[in-house]
Structure formats: C-alpha cells, structure tokens
C-alpha cells in the first residue's frame, strides 16, 4: 500500500488554471509531470503548451497498465502527445519550438522502481537526483553575466524583476535549445516531445522497501527529504536573489506579483508492500 506523507502543488502565478506542473496518485502509479515552459506561440484551446502537455500525460497515466516497464511507459506517454497533433505533424515536426514537451518522474508500484525522463527530480534510498540539463547550465550561465552588466548600468532588480532583459538576450538560444533535444551530445536532453526519443536513457532507481521517496519537479531547485526544508530552501532564493542569476542561476528569475520563478510539485511517499 501507497502511503503519502505530504504534497505539494503550486503555480508559481498563484492560478491552479495556469499550473504546468502536475501530481498523479493511483494504485499502480505515483507521479510528477513538469510541462515545458512555452517558447512558441501556439494556444491549444487557451492553454498554452506546456499545460496542455501535462494535461494529455495526466490523462494518459489513468488509462496505463499497471505491469507497465519504464521503456513501455515512457513510448506510452509520448505517443498521447504525438496523438495530440492529429494531421499537422509535419507542422510540428518542421516548428519544434511549437510541440508540446513535458518531463516525467513517476513510481510504479508493481516494478518498485522509479523512473525519470527529462529533468525532474527525487530522493530514493537518501541520495538527492536532480537530472539538470548541460543546456540549461550554459544558457543560465549567460543569463547571470547579461544581467550583472545590466546591474552595472543602473538597472535595479525591481525593474529587472518587471523586465527581464536577461530571459530576452538568452531567448533565441532557448529556441534554439529544441534542437538538442532527445539528441546525443553534450546538451543533449530527453523531453517528451510526441517525436523519436530514446526511451533506453530512462533513469532507473530501486528504492529499498518501505523507504521514503520524494518526487518533484524543477520548481524546487534545492530538493529535500522534506516538504517544509524545501520550500525553506526555496523561500532564502527567492529572498536573496529574487532573479536567481546569483545564489542558484536559472534561465528565469521572479516576476513581480508571482510567488516562485516556477511552478513547484512536490509528494512523498512510501510503498508499503
């Protein structure tokens, strides 16, 4: 038997309409799904991509089998996205910044394992998995030095915080990151995407019986074996270094009005069987 200890799930907007993130609790299957971010411009019925994303994973868990392996898993859930372009898939094949994309982390009860695609995260067996990406280092990274030059200007974080002039100058390498996605190499990542990915680069782990395991997604930068550390954790970022271009560098920063950078997802849990 499943037992949650505690859950978490938050729009980094304070509007549940608008969250990317998404949690999933059945008996065969525990799970955190982060949608991507939109870099295009598509709205699917209102819902920007990314929410669309999770909503069609979301969906697609309840229908799963439970004696389901990570790789069928995995070809499962990308094929509801491929499902989802019905006969534009040539637009979406030539246009990848427009396709739905969505990282998964999910426990299935039946094999005791845990498997990642993309860049979720989870503690199992008390060791920290964050699956960060090379791409996202790099484009950070980019983003931290344009802004400590706009600082140098004048530019106060506040006004940063309004106009995030760094998210802008790191924007076509965004778009250009599609490119390397479900590709080999060093910035190469996996992302549900609807097209061709690996499902063999799956992350596997095997948590000892009856331990704790947390599941999360992004939107924690600091993952603890608790609830309340993280958010702690998150709440000195956002406190500190509202634009996360310092403490912890991201590709985005704090908007005014919002409460994260990111839409936040956090559960753990124990199987008890």
Known sequence: MIVVYEKQLISKDGNPETNEDGIFINDSYIAVVDGVTAKGKLKWNGKKSGRHARDIILEA?????????AREMILYLNRSLFDEYGENTQFFKENKEERLQANIILYSAFKKEVWCFGDCRCIANGEIHLHEKAIDRFTSELRSKFLEEEIKRGKTVEELMRHDTGREHIMPYLLKQTDYANAKGEFGYDVLDGFEIDADR????KPEANSEIVLASDGYPVLRGTLEESERELQYILSNDKLLFRLHKETKGLISGNLSFDDRAYI??????
């Open 61 to 69: 868990l309840k229908k799963a089998p439970a004696d389901f392996r």
């Open 268 to 273: 753990r849990f124990t199987d008890t069987n």
């Open 202 to 205: 799956t992350v596997i782990y």
